[in-house]
């Protein structure tokens, strides 16, 4: 033997030097009995403990190979950083984890049992589910663009996760499911939320408003913003509850309340349109200059009056009951005709100058006298009971008779070319004398000292007519 000598029954040749063969086996580095070694690049180990390694042998009971060294066989497996018992351990980019315990992943070996991977690291697959930003347990956590949260809690979310059960995604961050409905401004629980362009709020209390959100049970959408729905209807200039509400280009007022107008709303139990400004329909009717109580008013050109109280008129409303329209203006239609003036109806004609009551007024070119004591006559009315047409002017026809002056009572006047003379009284005459008794002339001159022998008669004609 290269060392020295050894009884040959009990050596085998070896590069290092002669072992009892029934002892060695060769090896690389050096003989081991054979009985015990296995060759190895690194050395001999006994052949019953080892198994080849690229680092060393390794007792094959024991050992699998592995890129990093040899790991015994019960308890290792392969690991591109070095063996763990394959008891134990999945290989992993990072390093080994005892397989009944780990995963791959690329960030390193969590327990299988507990991890799953995940792109920053693993964590125990029974409570992990892949997540951008990390593992989080599967249990409880879904994918997120942000992080990983519990899956029973969390919805994915482009701000980050929020638990399902509590969560959905929203563009500004995740609120729970249970309460929350996406909005672009964040989420609001969607037992309580509506989408809303400015912020959410629960959908069981608000309905989208360009302004923001209101509950729904509460609010409609509206341009200014929310109001109740129970409350509101829409409206150019805002909210207010439907209940109560009608559009109204000015603003909203309660329905119950509110009929649309021009100027604003007024309550549509009590208003009706109208171009100056709304009132109360069961009061209003519409009117050009403004509206008056419909009960009450009639449209007017100059504004409303009751209609149960107006007719129409081109100066004003008068009630109806009380005005016939008039180019002057409106009386009371029991009161009034139409003439320059309103006269009651039952009082007036009309007149070309006025009206006067119809039962004391007939028409005449000079005005209106009452018809039961008036005849027409170029001059004026006068009575017809009383008076007959006259050149000059009316006298009463009992007691008037025509004359080319003027009229003198039929009874007491006869036609005279100057003019007319009572007819028991006189006769025609150029000079149209009176004569007067003595006595006549004596009472008039003690009574009037100037007057003395002026009268020669007993009597003024006519009593002065």
């Given at each position: 033997?290269p ?8 050596v ?7 072992v009892a ?5 060769s090896s690389?580095?050096?003989?081991v009995?054979?009985s ?18 690229p680092d060393g042998?390794v ?12 790991v015994?066989a019960?308890e290792?497996?392969s690991?591109?950083?070095g ?16 397989a ?8 390193g070996?969590?327990a299988?049992?507990e991890?799953?991977?995940s792109?920053?690291?693993?964590v ?7 997540s ?6 599967a ?12 899956a029973?809690?969390v919805?994915s ?7 399902a ?8 961050g995740?609120?729970?499911a249970s309460?929350?409905?996406?909005s672009?401004?964040g989420p609001?629980?969607?037992?309580e939320?509506a ?24 609010v409609?959408?509206s ?5 109740a ?5 829409s ?10 509400l ?5 603003g909203p ?5 509110v009929?649309?107008?021009e100027?604003?709303?007024v ?5 009706a ?10 009061e ?11 009960s009450?008013?009639a449209s007017?050109?100059?504004g ?9 008129s ?8 009380e ?8 009386v009371?239609a029991s ?5 320059d ?28 006298v009452?018809?039961?004591e008036?005849?027409?006559?170029p001059?004026?009315?006068v ?11 009316p006298?009463?026809?009992s007691?008037?008779a ?10 007491e006047v ?7 003379v009572?007819?028991?009284e006189?006769a025609?005459?150029?000079d ?24 020669d008669s007993t ?7």
């Amino acid at each position: 033997s290269p060392d020295g000598p050894v009884a040959a029954s009990e050596v085998a040749s070896s590069p290092d030097g002669p072992v009892a063969a029934s002892e060695v086996a060769s090896s690389p580095d050096g003989p081991v009995a054979a009985s015990e070694v296995a060759s190895s690049p690194d050395g001999p180990v006994a052949a019953s403990e080892v198994a080849s390694s690229p680092d060393g042998p390794v007792a094959a009971s024991e050992v699998a190979s592995s890129p990093d060294g040899p790991v015994a066989a019960s308890e290792v497996a392969s690991s591109p950083d070095g063996p763990v018992a394959a008891s134990e351990v999945a290989s992993s980019p990072d390093g080994p984890v005892a397989a009944s315990e780990v995963a791959s992943s690329p960030d390193g070996p969590v327990a299988a049992s507990e991890v799953a991977s995940s792109p920053d690291g693993p964590v125990a697959a029974s409570e992990v589910a892949s997540s951008p930003d990390g593992p989080v347990a599967a249990s409880e956590v879904a994918s997120s663009p942000d992080g990983p949260v519990a899956a029973s809690e969390v919805a994915s979310s482009p701000d980050g996760p929020v638990a399902a059960s509590e969560v959905a995604s929203s563009p500004d961050g995740p609120v729970a499911a249970s309460e929350v409905a996406s909005s672009p401004d964040g989420p609001v629980a969607a037992s309580e939320v509506a989408s809303s362009p400015d912020g959410p709020v629960a959908a069981s209390e608000v309905a989208s408003s360009p302004d923001g959100p209101v509950a729904a049970s509460e609010v409609a959408s509206s341009p200014d913003g929310p109001v109740a729905a129970s409350e509101v209807a829409s409206s150019e200039d805002g909210p207010v509850a439907a209940s109560e509400l009608a559009s109204s280009e000015d603003g909203p007022v309660a329905a119950s309340e509110v009929a649309s107008s021009e100027d604003g709303p007024v309550a549509a139990s009590e208003v009706a349109s109208s171009e100056d400004g709304p009132v109360a329909a069961s009061e209003v009717a519409s009117s050009e200059d403004g509206p008056v109580a419909a009960s009450e008013v009639a449209s007017s050109e100059d504004g409303p009056v009751a209609a149960s109280e107006v007719a129409s008129s081109e100066d004003g409303p008068v009630a109806a009951s009380e005005v016939a329209s008039s180019p002057d203006g409106p009386v009371a239609a029991s009161e009034v005709a139409s003439s320059d003036g309103p006269v009651a109806a039952s009082e007036v004609r009309s007149s070309e100058d006025g009206p006067v009551a119809a039962s004391e007024v007939a028409s005449s070119p000079d005005g209106p006298v009452a018809a039961s004591e008036v005849a027409s006559s170029p001059d004026g009315p006068v009575a017809a009971s009383e008076v007959a047409s006259s050149p000059d002017g009316p006298v009463a026809a009992s007691e008037v008779a025509s004359s080319p002056d003027g009229p003198v009572a039929a009874s007491e006047v006869a036609s005279s070319p100057d003019g007319p003379v009572a007819a028991s009284e006189v006769a025609s005459s150029e000079d149209m004398c009176l004569s007067f008794s003595s006595e006549d002339r004596a009472s008039f001159a003690g009574e009037l000292p100037w007057f003395g022998e002026a009268w020669d008669s007993t009597s003024l004609v006519s009593k002065y007519s």
